[in-house]
């Protein structure tokens, strides 16, 4: 008998091939993703991330892409777009990000050498915005990511962490606002912690801005006894007006998100 989540995901798809067609980051006619915004894709250069300034407690963290042009794009359609299809777009350049994460996160090597399973643990969606899209994004991507990633490499999906009230849509908050939203807005299940236990565990959210999002995540998962703690996204907001063009590699180092 299929989960609900695999019906839900079955009949999205279905959905996907009666609607029109059109390319998710730019909206050219015919297309799902158009040659050129999808070799914006393929260019990713995941790279250290951080907000600046950086929320106490912001982890270590990992972007592949900059948040604009035909990227944000890809994004909008797909997490509130409905675009359910553009998943497998958007899952190699999340693989990425964690690719380059594990490889550089120097308190891992010796862990990860010994064997130790990796945890992805999907930034929780609000109930409210679950409820309007019908479906949860990060966890579905996170999902898609796991058949993508090397055979000798022990990732599972762990979705353990749950909002704990009523948060405001992050959309159009400024930054202090954003981390007074967040504080203290998420918790793990406690059912989910044996999962955790001994694993490298990577916090994933699809965009980080001003870093209230992963900070929260880190923070919640701090209080349940997991340390060292970091996270990948799949696009970095810019603030600067001299941000790179879409498809350039993020700059080394931190930068202003």
């Known amino acids: 008998m299929p989960s609900p989540a695999h019906l839900a995901r079955g009949l999205r798809a279905l959905a996907d091939l009666s609607l029109p067609v059109e390319c998710g980051g730019c909206g050219s006619a ?5 040659s050129s915004c999808a070799g914006v894709l393929r260019v990713a250069v995941p790279v250290p991330w951080s907000p600046t300034p950086a929320p106490p407690g912001f982890p270590p963290a990992w972007a592949a892409l900059p948040y604009s042009g035909p990227v944000r794009g890809c994004v909008v359609s797909w997490k509130d777009g409905g675009r359910a299809d ?3 777009l958007l899952a190699p350049v999340l693989a990425r990000s964690l690719g380059v994460a594990l490889r550089d996160h120097r308190p891992w090597r010796a862990r990860l050498a010994a064997g130790a399973p990796v945890a992805l643990v999907p930034v929780p969606s609000a109930a409210a915005g679950a409820r309007a899209r019908g479906w949860r994004p990060v966890a579905e991507l996170c999902d898609t990511v796991l058949s993508r990633l090397p055979d000798d ?22 930054r202090s606002d954003r981390l007074d939203n967040l504080t203290g807005a998420m918790r793990v ?15 994933v ?5 001003t ?5 929260e995540a880190a923070r919640a998962l ?6 060292d703690v970091v996270a990948v996204t799949l696009a970095a907001t810019h603030r600067r007006l ?16």
């Open 153 to 174: 490499l022990a990732v599972c999906l762990v979705p353990a962490l749950v909002m704990t009230g009523r948060v405001r849509d992050q959309a159009g908050l400024r």
């Open 86 to 88: 553009l998943t497998q």
């Open 222 to 227: 701090g209080s349940a006894g997991v340390e």
């Open 242 to 257: 001299d941000a790179p063009p879409a498809g350039a590699a993020l700059p080394a180092g931190p930068g202003r998100v």
């Open 189 to 203: 299940r406690e059912r989910r912690l044996a999962g955790l236990e001994g694993a490298c565990v990577v916090v």
């Open 211 to 215: 870093g209230a999002t992963l900070r």
């Open 30 to 34: 015919g297309v799902r993703c158009c």
């Open 205 to 209: 959210d699809d965009v980080v801005t």
